[in-house]
C-alpha cells in the first residue's frame, strides 16, 4: 500500500519532441511507464521500418521514422516539465511574416486579445498551443511589416510588441 510519504507527481517527458508521455503518482508506476515508453518506441521504430521495406521510400514514413529514433524520454515534475516547456516556448524568436499570412491567420479561427498597442496591431489565436502559450501575430503599422511571435497569453512581457524595435 502507498502511504502519503510515497505519493509524487512525476511525467515521462519526450523532451526531443517537448511532449508529455506520461504522470505517474509513485515511484514504481513512474518507472512502469518509463519502460513502457522506451518499449513503445522501439516498437514504432520497427514499424515505420517495416512500413518502409513494405511500400518503399516516402516521405512521410522516414519522418516518422527520424521522430521515433530522436524520441529520449527523461523523467522529471509537473513543475520542471512546465518551466521546460515555458523556457523552449519563450526562446522562439519573433519572426516576420507576409501580409497574406497574417490576414489568413486572422480568418482562421476568431482572434483573442486582438488590440493597437503603439502603432502596433496584434492578435492571439484562439487555439493553444499547449496551456497559455499560443500564436501571436503581430503587423507593425509604422513599417508595414507582418511578423508571428509565440506567447504567453498570461504574461505580456513575452508578447511581440515587446520585441519590434
Not at 502507498?2 to 523532451?15: A, G, H, R, S, Y
Not at 513512474?30 to 514504432?44: M, P, S
Request: with cysteine; hydrophobic share 30%.
Amino acid at each position: 500500500m502507498t502511504t502519503n510519504n510515497d505519493k509524487i507527481e512525476l511525467c515521462i517527458v519526450d523532451i526531443k519532441h517537448l511532449t508529455l508521455y506520461s504522470i505517474a503518482k509513485t515511484k514504481e508506476e513512474v518507472e512502469e511507464k518509463f519502460f513502457k515508453a522506451i518499449e513503445e518506441t522501439q516498437k514504432r521504430i520497427k514499424s515505420w521500418e517495416a512500413n518502409i521495406k513494405q511500400y518503399g521510400t516516402c516521405k512521410s514514413f522516414e519522418d516518422y521514422l527520424i521522430e521515433a529514433k530522436n524520441r529520449q524520454f527523461e523523467i522529471m515534475s509537473m513543475n520542471e516539465f512546465v518551466e521546460l516547456e515555458k523556457n523552449h516556448y519563450d526562446s522562439l524568436p519573433l519572426t516576420e511574416i507576409t501580409e497574406d499570412r497574417y490576414f489568413e491567420m486572422m480568418n482562421v479561427l476568431p482572434p483573442i486579445y486582438q488590440r493597437t498597442k503603439n502603432n502596433i496591431e496584434m492578435f492571439c489565436m484562439s487555439e493553444f498551443l499547449t496551456s497559455s502559450f499560443t500564436s501571436q501575430y503581430i503587423h507593425d503599422r509604422t513599417t508595414n511589416k507582418f511578423y508571428h511571435k509565440t506567447v504567453d497569453v498570461t504574461d505580456q512581457s513575452t508578447w511581440g510588441d515587446n520585441f519590434i524595435k
